[in-house]
């Protein structure tokens, strides 16, 4: 069936990288999604990667694909105090149907 | 440019109570995506609408029904409510423009069903 699991939880000092990791199951997904959600807002699109890519860096996000272990990895980098929030691991499975995990807290310790 | 925006922020409800909710959709954008966000979930995909039809939807009972208004503006109604059916219900909007199908999300209005 379709899952997508991530770890509920991580803690990381401020100034650190922050490595958040998911497994899904469908290898039809096209796109993997990051999405980030802070308190009293609703999900906001960090970054996405095509199936097809192994990699994909934007500023300080740096996305890991390995399709054959069907494993997806977010690395923030320079961690700061606003990148506190929950963030969602999705995929897409077309006809608009998107799947979420349910969600790692980052938090950030000073 | 206004963004996804919903209404009510919160809303409380008793068992067996029936709710409408709310969403405006991104200017510029035809399809509306539902979602239901359970404490300590992600979201699940409820139903979508395009064109004033229900397009696709997600495994939930004939309870949850919407609608899609000519402005693109859309509903999320769920009659004989339950305790279970506490959540933040997400709205989603998206257009064509973007290959990616990226949606974007408004901020959701929290039920509280008791």
């Known amino acids: 069936g379709e899952d997508v699991e991530q770890s509920l939880f991580l803690s990381v000092r401020e100034g650190d990288s922050s490595v958040i990791n998911c497994t899904y199951t469908d290898s039809s997904s096209t796109y993997l999604y990051w999405y980030k959600q802070e308190p009293g807002a609703g999900l906001q699109l960090l970054t996405y990667?095509?199936?097809?890519?192994d990699m994909k860096q934007d500023q300080r996000l740096t996305v890991l694909l390995n399709k054959k272990d069907k494993h997806l990895s977010l690395r923030i980098a320079d961690t700061q105090t606003g990148d506190s929030a929950i963030y969602f691991c999705?995929?897409?499975?077309?006809?608009?149907?998107?799947?979420f995990g349910k969600g790692t807290r980052l938090h950030i310790l000073p | 440019d206004a963004g996804v925006t919903q209404s009510p922020t919160h809303l409380i409800k008793t068992r067996g109570q029936q709710v409408t909710l709310r969403c405006s959709p991104k200017s510029g954008h035809d399809t509306v995506s539902w979602y239901q966000q359970a404490l300590g979930q992600g979201p699940q995909f409820i139903f979508q609408y395009y064109e004033e039809e229900e397009r696709q939807r997600g495994n939930f009972p004939d309870r949850f029904s919407g609608h899609q208004f000519p402005n693109y503006s859309s509903e999320l109604n769920v009659n004989a409510l339950l305790l279970g059916d506490s959540a933040l219900y997400l709205c989603?909007?998206?257009?064509?423009?973007?290959?990616?199908?990226?949606?974007?999300f408004g901020p959701g209005t929290r039920l509280t069903v008791l």
């Open positions: 999705a995929e897409y499975l077309g006809d608009d149907k998107i799947i």
């Open positions: 989603a909007s998206r257009g064509d423009s973007r290959p990616y199908n990226e949606q974007f």
């Open positions: 990667i095509f199936s097809n890519m």
